[in-house]
């Protein structure tokens, strides 16, 4: 049984940082690519981050990048998204995933899904 847990997340002012944290258990972690998405109210599930089973490759979107940091710790099992910068429009539901990179981190196949960590950015 897979589970992934998130954490750290909270209310920031514009401006701020946060880390979110993503404890997995149940697999071999260091086999899978990981990746954080979010979903404001209303609004469809948005793609944020992802990195490789080895962390030696990482990839954003354009809306995030140069301001989130995906890392992970494969002795610990544990992924982070290290957020600076945060603006109103970060605020969101963020979730962590689980998935087979078999194409490009573009293309990773998600299959497991934490419950989400709630990230509010005030203004």
């Known amino acids: 049984q897979v589970s992934l847990l998130e954490s750290g997340g909270g209310l920031v002012q514009a401006g701020g940082s946060l880390r979110l944290s993503c404890a997995a258990s149940?697999?071999?972690?260091?086999?899978?690519?990981m990746g954080w998405f979010r979903q404001a109210p209303g609004k469809e599930r948005e793609f944020v981050a992802a990195?490789?089973?080895?962390?030696?490759?990482?990839y954003y979107p354009d809306s995030v990048k140069g301001r989130f940091t995906i890392s992970r710790d494969n002795a610990k099992n544990t992924v982070y998204l290290q957020m600076n910068s945060l603006k109103p429009e970060d605020t969101a539901v963020y979730y962590c995933?689980?998935?087979?990179?078999?194409?490009?981190?573009?293309?990773?196949?998600?299959?497991?899904w934490g419950q989400g960590t709630q990230v509010t950015v005030s203004s």
């Open positions: 990195i490789s089973g080895s962390g030696g490759s990482a």
């Open positions: 995933a689980t998935g087979r990179n078999l194409s490009g981190l573009r293309r990773v196949k998600y299959d497991y």
């Open positions: 149940g697999r071999t972690f260091s086999n899978y690519a």
